[in-house]
């Protein structure tokens, strides 16, 4: 008999403290707000989500924010050019004049025809000066002038001083950078 009592007292114990659990469970365990103690579970589940959240709304407004200011810019931009070139914009065949460099492929046999004022650059290929009279073109970077008919020098910087001044391309592969107006036929 001595033996089912014991036996009672453990089950009845075990009894006990499983209920004390439950009950302790059930009234706001460990991380709620009855018990204000940060716990892992609650920093992974629930604040960071949130923060998250919170931090993508601000960098989608910041874009959209951004993103008008870039559209509203180049809305005046296009609408600069426009007033300046009238409808049309620059072709591959202009450049904006005394503003930049543009790189000009010229076909083999084909001439580069420069408004007064252009300048050009001889970077890969082989090219000669075109004109009928003197001076062809004004070499700028050593002072002298190029007859019509002679070699450019690669790297040099030439200015076409009169109408009918041009580069014909004597190479497959020409590459010029030009400033200014041209033609090329």
Not at 161 to 177: E, H, M, N, P, S
């Amino acid at each position: 008999m001595k033996k089912n009592h014991w036996m009672i007292r453990l089950a009845a114990l075990l009894l006990t403290s499983y209920a004390l659990v439950l009950l302790t469970a059930a009234a706001g365990g460990a991380g709620s707000e009855g018990d204000p103690l940060v716990t892992l579970s609650y920093l992974n589940e629930t604040f960071l989500p949130q923060m998250l959240g919170k931090v993508d709304e601000q960098a989608e407004a910041r874009n959209k924010e951004l993103a008008d200011k870039l559209n509203e810019q180049a809305q005046k931009d296009a609408q600069m050019l426009v007033e300046q070139y009238g409808t049309t914009l620059p072709t591959s065949g202009e450049s904006e004049k005394g503003e930049t460099f543009t790189v000009v492929d010229v076909p083999m046999d084909k001439t580069l025809y420069g408004e007064i004022g252009c300048e050009v650059m001889l970077r890969v290929g082989t090219a000669n000066c075109v004109a009928s009279s003197a001076p062809g073109l004004i070499d700028e970077t050593d002072g002298s002038t190029l007859g019509g008919g002679k070699a450019l020098v690669k790297n040099h910087l030439y200015m076409m001083t009169i109408d009918g001044r041009g580069v014909k391309a004597t190479a497959a592969t020409t590459k010029l950078l030009v400033r200014g107006g041209y033609t090329i036929k």
